[in-house]
């Protein structure tokens, strides 16, 4: 069956600008997490949905970024004046509530910010 | 706060076993975990471990857990090329209704043919 798709895979963009990163999460699966991982390091938590709401948020770095899951299925990841840290690539991962334990990635989408 | 530890790198020959070492320091319960991430792909969960057992082996893999060290080790019999990979330590608490994961740095694992 489908996985987690995320769109785009790259996204390059100027320093300043606005950029969206989307999360389509496997069928059925209320849990929905978004990860940043830097060059050489681990994911590091930024949110975490269940349903439509934001259940924590707490990993979220500044008010500049912002996510939102409107329908409890498709999630989006919006960064504003977007600065050269902000690079990395983005991770979303799903989970049923059957399995309390697996979160299933995506592939990501990598963000370079010139 | 929540902190997981491991070495950077790690070389074997393939047909020899790996073992992949982890350190956390969480002290409540809590859930350890062992991701794999292949280049271009998603993290892959390969087996979790609650911090009331000991030892858990799932095919070629043997997870074990040292409690009183916050040690945490995952081994690979008969290590093949296809195991070559970046392994992430991650543990979650187990209370709060949802996974918080906190990862590792990952170990980079070469598998020399």
């Known amino acids: 069956g489908a996985g987690v798709s995320q769109t785009p895979s790259n996204k390059v963009t100027e320093k300043g600008k606005y950029v969206e990163l989307r999360c389509d999460p496997i069928?059925?699966?209320?849990?929905l997490y978004w990860y940043r991982q830097s060059l050489g390091q681990g994911p590091e938590f930024l949110i975490y949905?269940?349903?439509?709401?934001?259940?924590?948020d707490s990993g979220l770095p500044n008010d500049r970024f912002f996510a939102v899951r409107p329908e409890g299925s498709v999630s989006t990841l919006k960064i504003q004046r977007t600065e050269r840290g902000d690079s990395a690539v983005y991770l979303c991962?799903?989970?049923?509530?059957?399995?309390?334990?697996?979160?299933?990635f995506g592939p990501g989408t990598r963000l370079t910010v010139l | 706060g929540e902190d997981v530890e491991q070495s950077l790198f790690l070389s074997v020959r393939e047909g020899d076993s790996s073992v992949i070492n982890c350190t956390y320091t969480d002290s409540s319960s809590t859930y350890l975990y062992w991701y794999k991430q292949e280049p271009g792909a998603g993290l892959q969960l390969l087996t979790y471990i609650f911090s009331n057992m000991d030892m858990k082996q799932d095919q070629r893999l043997t997870v074990l857990l040292n409690k009183k060290d916050k040690h945490l080790s995952l081994r690979i019999a008969d290590t093949q090329t296809g195991d070559s990979a970046i392994y992430f330590c991650a543990e979650s608490p187990s209370s709060g209704g949802y996974q918080k994961v906190t990862f590792g740095t990952g170990t980079k694992l070469q598998v020399i043919p």
């Open positions: 949905f269940q349903g439509t709401g934001a259940a924590d």
């Open positions: 069928s059925g699966h209320t849990a």
């Open positions: 991962a799903s989970r049923p509530d059957s399995a309390y334990n697996e979160q299933f």
